[in-house]
């Protein structure tokens, strides 16, 4: 291309600037080729004529496009130059806050003088694994790099960090090794990799200083070899050093400071431990106080002293050791303070002798004052005659300290050195290393000395090593791709280097003349200039004769001759050494030892071959220099770098006032340019930097070509076509196999073009687009102007007609105007006449009425006052029969009162009264009318009764007149008369009777009608009440929604509280399952280290009692006895051992020794039974043995009871209580109500197996009690002889007692149990029970006799009641019938109450018998269980005596009660069947969860038999057969979901069949018969809880596994909408060292491919019959995996970044969601974890201008921090032209409105975070019965039972 089509108007090109080292401008006219003149405009519209000359002044430099701008690689530049690096690192530091950009292979790292949260865990782990160029820049992704290059390569590698001081060189180091050591982890114990960074401490302290450009300037480089094994895990370590700046020691700049180490000790000087160094202030020390300033702004030396020691200890050094390296600092500082006093002569000096800093000096080195102090000020000086002392001035004493000094220091910074390494070496034999060169960058200053020539004598080195390596990668990239190349010319600085290390170069010079006796810095200097003069290289300057000039590669450096001498000799007196050598410490001693092989680096230990060898010295004198020194080292360094990998990082210091994001040009270009950052750029401008592969290009400029060229297949031969047409020239680019190389500049020409094109399409869119809209104007124009006529016209016209309108109205409005005018005066005197004549009438009759109203008045006076004096009266009267009422009734309201008050005190009476108002006032009144009613009919009945007396009284009237007229004796006469007088007074009393009654009924009557009122008063009280309660709820629902957000709130930070204790026990169990994997791990090693061909593991030695579950075990032989447990609640409090679950463990223990106790009196009720039927006389009945047995049982019970078992039980009711007071004090936890319940539970189980033992205890010793009392009455014993035992004449207890003591012990037991007279014994025993129990049974019959006699006279009382009951009955029927009524309610109510009251006792009664039964019944189950064993075991043994048992055996077989039976001896086969060689696809067309349910009902048999062995043996190997399956099939993904499903299956099948009311609501009754019976599993729920949650991370950690490496190509990657993302410039994006070519590249993944995959994992889950809550546990972990990869590659990507990507991975997320639709997995909580990716989705789509869009942006992104939202927007990055850049005051708007948020710090999503299981309880629904074995599983030897 031309000037003329390069240098057009509009174009942007870069200018010198004075301030800004380079300034845009524009070009504002076309320029001509040979016009002198460029006519530009500057950014502030300034114009500008920028002269041009073809040699003076050429054309200015172009601009890339906007497009390219920020670009991770500076290679991707289109113009690679100066001013385009510089702007694309400022644009990305400035605004972007991006400190790391690509420039080819080098890493260029700007220190931002500010922490970032960039270098977490989280961004190791995003960074791990990919390869460099998919990520953002990062010095982790270098580490990583040379990490893979080293495992894919198996070559040693070398990442060589540079810069200048304050760079930040070290940081950068120490992150990579911090890398190094999370990624290469070391994989035993030995934690060498917290070593390796614990040696940074130490190294900071004793290497790293305070100088005007640094705080933690590192003063001395060093190289770090980390070696790995050949598993790549970190195995040790090596350092080496370089140059160490010994002046700093003695001498500082001002405001600059010594090394760490002195001020951290002087800081830390008040510790007890270093009150015998003497130290003080740091400003007491001249050493230290030089700068004149010790501290260091946010920097605390006493604590980094801390980390320092800390450090120390890691690495293993001794505390001695320690201190004695504090002496040997302590004593520097000393030494700088010793005064030297000159004398008269000036030649000589002398020390004090009680110089307190001698003294310290010399105590704290050990060594003899006297000595030291002499040689301090007195030399040795050496002939060939002979040897004698010279006094020394005050001025060389003074140096000579000072040389002590530094001598010291650098002894005890190589010691310290040597000593790291021996703690970072290993035994283990080292495979391979990664070195990490931290070496001091080109420096240049006013004043430059032998430091910075030795530091910029390594830097040409290393340019040079660097410029081969850059010229041998872009070789190599032109052959891979087979395209022609030339030779690209590039610096080459040998002739530098040979000028300063060749054979009488200026090392060979200065050491010479150090040979010198008398030589000077001025001869030196003035061979330099001889020698060198012709060099190209070497300059004398003007004005000086002791200063020499080298050109380096960087700059022109002028060096200052003074002190090169010196330095380089490093002269320190003999004497002194000697002196040191023979110190008391051996440490000191040490320090001093000269070696035989004095290397240059004493604890170097290189394990590469070198290239060529090391020049060696001529003699030991020569070696001795520090400049041979240096020089050996770095050819060493060399060597060792040659023969690695190297990687580049350069450090570039932003500005001199270490502002945070403060970018200086000027600096920067001058770093640049020393660092070959822009010798890379030029060596890659030389040639083809710009590269593009087919498709990328393809897709980019496929707008440029024809239609005919885009219907061919072959992309390639498409590219070669458009390429030819576009660009002329056929060098500007080059075809390659995979990709197109092209030019500088050329890139930039494809992009005009193509903007071109696309501005042309934009005009020819806008000019269609424009005309068609004036079109459409023009239409609607014409439309509106029709429409403006047509209503023009159609207004004349109604105005017209509205004209004539108003012309008719006008005619008629005059004709009736004047008609109303007439009427109006007509009307008006008419209105007048009669208004005359009713003002007269009305005169006349307003006279009439006034006399008749004053009369009326008259009439209505008189009546009110004989009214008011009638009404007085009547009041007065009132009121006194009022008082008198008030009175009486008071005192009656009183009694009435109380007696409410009474009622009223409970709220149930407001309740009852309330709810039966209405009802109780319906039925009163009813009452009423009835009482009414027969009030009347009594009145009759009265009325016929006295018409009745009156006749008979007539008629015996009648009778005493006939008497008297037949005159009748005079007895008969009287008798007459009494009995009418009796008639006469019955009368008076019936009728006195009913006066009385109607009385009684009108007061009734009254009564009742005013409780009628005071009822409806009181109702009409409660219901305004009940409105007031009813407001007061409303309200409070009010206030309650109010509160709602409050109580959200609270509820979510309990959840997210009790997650959080979840994912610690969760965290805790990982971490167990990990040591448990580790510790197999050790075992099997030391197995194999340890086998011995032909041995086999016999029963011996094996662990069969060792369960790998590593839980305790179910067996209770381990724990203490019940007084040990509650001594132990005793002393540790309720509360403590309420929760201590060794405490129900120590209860079974007991119930265990209870059943032993059992049975031991179980025989020896057999042997007396039997003992007494031999030798008994006469038998006694039946029942009279029950009834004693009975006592008996009754008397031990009571004593049992009331002792031992209430004690137990008030201790257990105790622990249950504290463990509820617990469980309420902290019910916002569910897990601690669930460890509540789970303790309730075993709790009740105890108990309730204690109470079953009890019993059974009981009945045995009842049983012993009757046998002693046989044997007291026939007192003959003999223990020789056993009859037969009569089961017909024992008792029930005892005869099931016997056969169940047959089935389980043997005939050979009853010779043993009689050993050495037990039995006698026993026997002696029983009969002091016996005379105990007989005087019981006295007392029980006094206590029965008592009672009956209780009895009686409780008959007599009930009989008296009978007889009032009889009264109240005749009383009753002499009442009036509304009293009869009311009496009846009253007495009905009180039998109901008293029939309810019986009625609970009697369910009360009822319920203690029913447990007494079920506890008995308990026994008998269990003794007929013990029997059924027994016959079982019979059976199954190869003789079989007794053939009855048969038919046991068939009843079962036909009666299946959901149990499988298996022999002990099958129990390995069926865990090898059911677990360890089953697979998924076996069962996959039976019943889900089949091992399970099968396991299961092999528990429940072995329960069935109450064998506690066969249960904890099969339990045990189950959790341990199903952990080696798991562990075999750790990558499975189907197995252990498998194994999960039945896992979780057999935990729940443990919990509906555990007998507990909790589990069992939603059981069927056919599944309660199937509870187990004997033992509670809690604890075997416990672990297999805790498999689950292990088999869960598991699960997740596999499909984890699957899911990464998919989700970055689905999601971020693959186009699901084709053709919507664009392409950019990739610069160095996907190279070919990044990757593993042997594999053909990385795999692409599509969305609906990682979509398959996770309907894969839901079917698997699904078939195996996980359970549903389970699954969307899983889905929901995976999808926020998927989340958190997504989100943090989408941080950690510029490219990604863009609108359009922004519409893919919000299009993908909808497809995720609408996955999780179909699938019914919306609830699971799942979609909520794509919100932050769907939130970074949106953020890259809206609009990013103003300050509304801000605002909506930080409402829109919640789920998102603020880092992650302004890392977002600093990322996105334009795909085209069109598309505008986000402003840094957008960023800054941003970040003002999220100030307020307390967003965590961390950048990146932990990809790791596991959300905390939960394993919801879920009971099967399938009957155990009906369950199918298929036979393919070949358990034939399990049998249904």
């Known amino acids: 291309m031309s000037v003329n089509e390069l240098y057009t108007k509009y174009t942007r090109v870069w200018i010198p600037d004075a301030d800004d080292v380079w300034k845009a401008a524009e070009i504002v006219k076309d320029y001509k080729d040979g016009d002198p003149v460029l006519h530009l405009k500057l950014e502030d519209e300034m114009p500008l004529e920028y002269a041009v000359g073809p040699k003076s002044n050429p054309l200015p430099f172009l601009r890339n496009p906007d497009i390219l701008v920020g670009e991770n690689d500076l290679t991707a530049l289109s113009y690679l130059h100066e001013p385009a690096v510089l702007h694309n690192l400022r644009v990305r530091f400035i605004e972007s806050n991006h400190i790391y950009t690509y420039c080819g292979i080098v890493l260029v790292a700007i220190n931002p003088y500010e922490q970032l949260q960039i270098y977490g865990e989280e961004v190791i782990e995003a960074y791990s694994g990919q390869n460099m160029g998919d990520m953002d820049p990062h010095i982790f992704a270098v580490a990583e790099e040379a990490y893979k290059q080293m495992a894919r390569d198996?070559?040693?590698?070398?990442?060589?960090?540079?810069?200048?001081?304050?760079?930040?060189?070290?940081?950068?180091?120490?992150?990579?090794?911090?890398?190094?050591?999370?990624?290469?982890?070391?994989?035993?114990?030995?934690?060498?990799?917290?070593?390796?960074?614990?040696?940074?401490?130490?190294?900071?302290?004793?290497?790293?200083?305070?100088?005007?450009?640094?705080?933690?300037?590192?003063?001395?480089?060093?190289?770090?070899?980390?070696?790995?094994?050949?598993?790549?895990?970190?195995?040790?370590?090596?350092?080496?050093?370089?140059?160490?700046?010994?002046?700093?020691?003695?001498?500082?700049?001002?405001?600059?400071?010594?090394?760490?180490?002195?001020?951290?000790?002087?800081?830390?000087?008040?510790?007890?431990?270093?009150?015998?160094?003497?130290?003080?202030?740091?400003?007491?020390?001249?050493?230290?106080?030089?700068?004149?300033?010790?501290?260091?702004?946010?920097?605390?030396?006493?604590?980094?002293?801390?980390?320092?020691?800390?450090?120390?200890?890691?690495?293993?050094?001794?505390?001695?050791?320690?201190?004695?390296?504090?002496?040997?600092?302590?004593?520097?500082?000393?030494?700088?303070?010793?005064?030297?006093?000159?004398?008269?002569?000036?030649?000589?000096?002398?020390?004090?002798?009680?110089?307190?800093?001698?003294?310290?000096?010399?105590?704290?080195?050990?060594?003899?004052?006297?000595?030291?102090?002499?040689?301090?000020?007195?030399?040795?000086?050496?002939?060939?005659?002979?040897?004698?002392?010279?006094?020394?001035?005050?001025?060389?004493?003074?140096?000579?300290?000072?040389?002590?000094?530094?001598?010291?220091?650098?002894?005890?910074?190589?010691?310290?050195?040597?000593?790291?390494?021996?703690?970072?070496?290993?035994?283990?034999?080292?495979?391979?290393?990664?070195?990490?060169?931290?070496?001091?960058?080109?420096?240049?200053?006013?004043?430059?000395?032998?430091?910075?020539?030795?530091?910029?004598?390594?830097?040409?080195?290393?340019?040079?090593?660097?410029?081969?390596?850059?010229?041998?990668?872009?070789?190599?990239?032109?052959?891979?791709?087979?395209?022609?190349?030339?030779?690209?010319?590039?610096?080459?600085?040998?002739?530098c280097i040979d000028l300063?290390?060749?054979?009488?170069?200026?090392?060979?010079?200065?050491?010479?003349?150090?040979?010198?006796?008398?030589?000077?810095?001025?001869?030196?200097?003035?061979?330099?200039?001889?020698?060198?003069?012709?060099?190209?290289?070497?300059?004398?300057?003007?004005?000086?004769?002791?200063?020499?000039?080298?050109?380096?590669?960087?700059?022109?450096?002028?060096?200052?001759?003074?002190?090169?001498?010196?330095?380089?000799?490093?002269?320190?007196?003999?004497?002194?050494?000697?002196?040191?050598?023979?110190?008391?410490?051996?440490?000191?001693?040490?320090?001093?030892?000269?070696?035989?092989?004095?290397?240059?680096?004493?604890?170097?230990?290189?394990?590469?071959?070198?290239?060529?060898?090391?020049?060696?010295?001529?003699?030991?004198?020569?070696?001795?220099?520090?400049?041979?020194?240096?020089?050996?080292?770095?050819?060493?360094?060399?060597?060792?770098?040659?023969?690695?990998?190297?990687?580049?990082?350069?450090?570039?210091?932003?500005?001199?006032?270490?502002?945070?994001?403060s970018f200086d040009s000027r600096r920067a270009v001058q770093q640049l340019r020393a660092c070959g950052v822009l010798e890379t750029i030029r060596i890659s401008a030389a040639g083809y930097p710009s590269r593009w592969t087919y498709p990328d290009f393809f897709s980019r400029y496929r707008v440029l070509l024809k239609k005919s060229d885009m219907m061919l297949s072959d992309k390639k031969q498409v590219c070669r076509n458009l390429l030819e047409t576009l660009i002329k020239e056929p060098d500007m680019f080059q075809f390659g196999k995979t990709k197109i190389f092209f030019r500088a500049g050329q890139v930039a020409y494809l992009e005009k073009l193509r903007t071109d094109k696309f501005r042309a399409a934009c005009i020819k869119i806008q000019k269609t687009v424009r005309g068609w809209l004036q079109r459409v104007r023009y239409r609607k124009i014409r439309k509106s102007a029709i429409t403006i006529q047509r209503y023009g016209r159609g207004y004349l016209a109604r105005r017209y007609a509205e004209f004539l309108r108003l012309s008719r109205a006008a005619l008629i409005c005059q004709k009736q105007y004047r008609m109303v005018r007439d009427r109006r005066a007509f009307l008006r005197v008419r209105q007048a006449v009669v208004t005359i004549q009713a003002y007269s009438r009305g005169m006349y009759t307003r006279r009439i009425f006034k006399e008749f109203l004053l009369h009326h008045k008259a009439m209505i006076i008189q009546r009110s006052v004989r009214g008011w004096l009638a009404r007085k009266k009547f009041q007065r009267a009132r009121n006194a029969a009022v008082i008198?009422?008030?009175?009486?009734?008071?005192?009656?309201?009183?009694?009435?009162?109380?007696?409410?008050?009474?009622?009223?005190?409970?709220?149930?009476?407001?309740?009852?009264?309330?709810?039966?108002?209405?009802?109780?006032?319906?039925?009163?009144?009813?009452?009423?009318?009835?009482?009414?009613?027969?009030?009347?009919?009594?009145?009759?009945?009265?009325?016929?009764?006295?018409?009745?007396?009156?006749?008979?009284?007539?008629?015996?009237?009648?009778q005493l007149e006939l008497m008297k007229s037949q005159q009748v004796e005079g007895g008969q006469l009287l008798s007459l008369q009494e009995e009418l007088e009796r008639l006469r007074e019955e009368l008076k009393d019936t009728n006195a009777e009913r006066k009385r009654m109607e009385e009684e009924h009108g007061s009734e009557k009254l009564t009742l009608q005013q409780r009628v009122k005071e009822l409806e008063t009181e109702n009409g009280l409660l219901k305004s009440e009940k409105e007031e309660l009813n407001q007061r709820i409303l309200q409070h629902s009010q206030s309650s929604e109010v509160d709602g957000s409050n109580a959200s709130q609270r509820e979510a930070s309990l959840q997210t509280e009790l997650d959080a204790e979840r994912q610690r026990y969760q965290n805790l169990l990982k971490e167990f399952s990990r040591l448990e994997q580790r510790y197999d791990n050790l075992k099997e090693e030391e197995s194999l280290s340890k086998f011995q061909p032909g041995h086999?593991?016999?029963?011996?030695?094996?662990?069969?009692?060792?369960?790998?579950?590593?839980?305790?075990?179910?067996?209770?032989?381990?724990?203490?006895?019940?007084?040990?447990?509650?001594?132990?609640?005793?002393?540790?409090?309720?509360?403590?051992?309420?929760?201590?679950?060794?405490?129900?463990?120590?209860?079974?223990?007991?119930?265990?020794?209870?059943?032993?106790?059992?049975?031991?009196?179980?025989?020896?009720?057999?042997?007396?039974?039997?003992?007494?039927?031999?030798?008994?006389?006469?038998?006694?009945?039946?029942?009279?043995?029950?009834?004693?047995?009975d006592y008996a049982y009754n008397n031990l019970k009571r004593q049992e009871l009331e002792t031992e078992n209430k004690k137990l039980k008030n201790d257990l009711n105790a622990l249950s209580k504290a463990v509820a007071e617990r469980a309420s004090q902290n019910n916002s936890s569910s897990e601690l109500q669930d460890s509540y319940n789970l303790l309730l539970s075993q709790l009740k189980s105890a108990n309730e197996e204690l109470d079953a033992r009890k019993e059974e205890v009981l009945i045995l010793r009842t049983q012993i009690v009757s046998t002693a009392q046989l044997l007291e009455k026939n007192d003959l014993i003999d223990s020789d002889n056993v009859p037969e035992v009569n089961n017909s004449k024992e008792p029930v207890d005892k005869e099931e007692a016997v056969k169940a003591y047959q089935g389980l012990v043997s005939q050979q037991d009853w010779g043993s149990l009689n050993e050495d007279g037990e039995l006698a014994l026993a026997y002696q025993g029983l009969k002091q029970v016996a005379r105990l129990l007989e005087a019981q049974l006295q007392s029980q019959a006094r206590k029965h006799k008592d009672e009956l006699e209780a009895l009686h006279t409780q008959n007599e009382l009930l009989k008296d009641d009978i007889e009032k009951k009889q009264e109240i009955i005749n009383s009753y029927s002499s009442l009036s019938p509304e009293a009869q009524v009311e009496y009846s309610i009253q007495q009905e109510i009180t039998r109901l109450t008293n029939d309810n009251l019986d009625l609970k006792e009697l369910v009360e009664k009822l319920e203690k018998n029913e447990r007494k039964l079920k506890k008995q019944l308990r026994i008998y189950m269990k003794k007929v269980q013990e029997l059924e064993a027994a016959q079982a075991a019979a059976q199954s043994s190869r003789p079989r005596p007794e053939l009855s048992r048969q038919v046991t055996v068939q009843r079962k077989e036909k009666d299946f009660e959901g149990m499988l039976e298996y022999y002990k001896e099958d129990e390995a086969l069926l865990l090898k069947t059911l677990i360890s060689d089953i697979r998924p696809n076996t069962v996959s067309a039976t019943v889900p969860c089949l091992p399970a349910y099968i396991l299961f009902m092999c528990i429940r048999h072995a329960d069935y038999i109450n064998d506690d062995q066969k249960v904890e043996s099969l339990l045990t190997s189950t959790i341990n057969a199903i952990k080696k399956v798991l562990k075999k099939n750790n990558d499975d993904f189907e197995m252990t979901s498998f194994w999960l499903a039945n896992t979780s299956r057999l935990l729940h099948c443990l919990k509906q069949y555990s007998g507990d009311e909790a589990f069992m609501t939603q059981n069927t009754s056919k599944q309660n018969e199937h509870c187990l019976k004997n033992f509670d599993l809690a604890e075997y729920r416990q672990v297999l809880s805790d498999l689950s949650i292990q088999i869960y991370q598991?699960?997740?950690?596999?499909?984890?596994?699957?899911?990464?490496?998919?989700?970055?190509?689905?999601?971020?990657?693959?186009?699901?909408?084709?053709?919507?993302?664009?392409?950019?410039?990739?610069?160095?994006?996907?190279?070919?060292?990044?990757?593993?070519?042997?594999?053909?590249?990385?795999?692409?993944?599509?969305?609906?491919?990682?979509?398959?995959?996770?309907?894969?994992?839901?079917?698997?889950?699904r078939d195996h019959g996980l359970d549903p809550e389970i699954v969307g546990q899983v889905v929901r972990q995976l999808f926020h995996c998927i989340n958190a990869v997504t989100l943090n590659n989408l941080l950690l990507r510029k490219d990604v970044c863009s609108w359009s990507a922004g519409m893919q991975l919000r299009y993908n997320t909808s497809q995720m969601e609408e996955w999780l639709r179909a699938n019914n997995l919306y609830q699971s909580k799942a979609a909520a974890t794509l919100e932050p990716i769907i939130q970074a989705a949106q953020l890259l789509q809206v609009k990013k201008k103003t300050t509304q869009d801000a605002e909506a942006i930080c409402s829109l992104c919640t789920s998102l921090t603020t880092q992650q939202i302004v890392k977002i927007l600093n990322l996105y990055t334009p795909l085209n032209e069109f598309e505008e850049r986000v402003t840094v005051s957008f960023i800054r708007n941003i970040q003002n409105n999220l100030q307020e948020r307390n967003d965590p710090p961390q950048l990146l999503l932990d990809t790791k975070q596991q959300f905390p299981v939960l394993f919801p309880y879920t009971p099967s629904a399938l009957s155990l019965e009906t369950l199918h074995i298929p036979a393919t599983l070949r358990l034939d030897f399990l049998t249904r039972v």
């Open 1594 to 1661: 598991q699960l997740i950690k596999v499909a984890e596994g699957i899911i990464q490496p998919m989700t970055v190509s689905a999601m971020l990657e693959s186009e699901s909408i084709p053709s919507l993302a664009g392409v950019k410039p990739m610069g160095y994006r996907n190279r070919s060292s990044s990757m593993d070519l042997d594999a053909g590249g990385p795999t692409s993944y599509t969305l609906e491919t990682l979509i398959r995959q996770l309907g894969q994992f839901h079917s698997i889950m």
């Open 1096 to 1189: 086999r593991r016999n029963p011996s030695n094996q662990s069969s009692l060792e369960s790998d579950s590593n839980y305790t075990s179910i067996s209770t032989s381990e724990v203490g006895d019940t007084e040990d447990a509650i001594q132990l609640v005793e002393e540790m409090g309720v509360e403590k051992a309420a929760m201590d679950i060794s405490l129900f463990m120590k209860l079974q223990k007991r119930v265990r020794e209870l059943e032993t106790e059992r049975k031991r009196l179980q025989l020896s009720v057999d042997k007396m039974e039997e003992l007494n039927k031999r030798k008994s006389s006469e038998s006694r009945s039946p029942t009279s043995e029950q009834e004693k047995a």
């Open 884 to 958: 008198i009422q008030c009175a009486f009734r008071r005192t009656r309201a009183k009694k009435q009162l109380q007696q409410l008050k009474i009622e009223a005190r409970s709220a149930q009476h407001l309740k009852n009264l309330n709810s039966g108002m209405e009802n109780k006032i319906v039925q009163l009144q009813r009452k009423m009318d009835d009482q009414s009613k027969g009030y009347r009919n009594q009145n009759e009945q009265l009325v016929q009764q006295n018409s009745g007396l009156g006749l008979e009284v007539n008629k015996l009237q009648k």
């Open 500 to 661: 300063i290390e060749a054979r009488l170069g200026i090392l060979d010079l200065l050491d010479e003349e150090c040979k010198v006796p008398k030589g000077t810095e001025q001869n030196w200097a003035q061979k330099l200039y001889k020698q060198h003069s012709s060099s190209a290289h070497f300059q004398k300057p003007r004005m000086s004769n002791i200063s020499f000039i080298i050109i380096h590669f960087a700059d022109m450096v002028e060096y200052q001759c003074e002190g090169f001498l010196e330095k380089n000799r490093d002269t320190v007196y003999d004497e002194q050494i000697n002196i040191l050598k023979a110190s008391q410490f051996q440490l000191v001693a040490d320090l001093f030892h000269e070696k035989d092989d004095a290397a240059p680096s004493k604890s170097s230990r290189v394990n590469v071959r070198a290239a060529k060898s090391v020049p060696k010295a001529p003699n030991r004198e020569h070696r001795k220099t520090v400049g041979h020194q240096f020089r050996s080292s770095l050819h060493l360094l060399m060597e060792t770098l040659n023969a690695t990998t190297p990687h580049y990082v350069r450090c570039i210091k932003p500005n001199d006032e270490k502002e945070a994001f």
């Open 154 to 495: 198996e070559r040693n590698q070398s990442i060589i960090v540079s810069g200048e001081s304050g760079a930040g060189k070290t940081v950068s180091a120490k992150y990579a090794m911090r890398f190094f050591a999370t990624v290469g982890g070391s994989a035993n114990d030995a934690n060498v990799e917290e070593k390796v960074l614990a040696s940074s401490p130490i190294m900071e302290a004793i290497g790293n200083a305070k100088t005007t450009r640094n705080d933690n300037s590192s003063r001395f480089g060093k190289y770090i070899q980390i070696g790995f094994s050949r598993q790549y895990h970190i195995i040790g370590a090596n350092m080496r050093t370089y140059l160490l700046e010994k002046s700093r020691v003695v001498f500082q700049a001002v405001d600059e400071r010594n090394y760490h180490i002195f001020y951290q000790l002087c800081a830390s000087a008040s510790l007890p431990e270093f009150k015998d160094l003497g130290l003080t202030s740091a400003e007491d020390f001249t050493f230290t106080s030089l700068g004149e300033n010790i501290f260091i702004e946010g920097v605390n030396d006493a604590e980094d002293f801390k980390k320092t020691r800390e450090a120390f200890t890691l690495l293993g050094v001794k505390e001695s050791s320690q201190i004695s390296i504090f002496k040997v600092v302590a004593s520097i500082l000393h030494l700088g303070n010793v005064e030297i006093c000159s004398e008269r002569d000036g030649e000589s000096c002398h020390i004090s002798r009680d110089d307190p800093h001698l003294q310290h000096f010399c105590r704290l080195l050990g060594v003899e004052q006297k000595q030291m102090e002499h040689w301090l000020c007195h030399r040795k000086l050496a002939t060939s005659a002979e040897t004698y002392v010279k006094k020394m001035s005050s001025k060389q004493a003074t140096n000579a300290c000072n040389a002590l000094a530094k001598h010291i220091y650098a002894r005890m910074f190589d010691w310290i050195v040597e000593h790291i390494n021996m703690s970072l070496q290993t035994s283990s034999k080292q495979h391979s290393f990664i070195g990490v060169l931290d070496i001091y960058g080109f420096e240049t200053f006013e004043v430059n000395s032998f430091e910075q020539f030795c530091i910029n004598y390594a830097n040409e080195k290393l340019q040079q090593q660097f410029n081969s390596h850059v010229f041998k990668l872009e070789q190599e990239e032109y052959m891979k791709e087979q395209i022609p190349w030339t030779l690209i010319d590039f610096y080459d600085n040998q002739p």
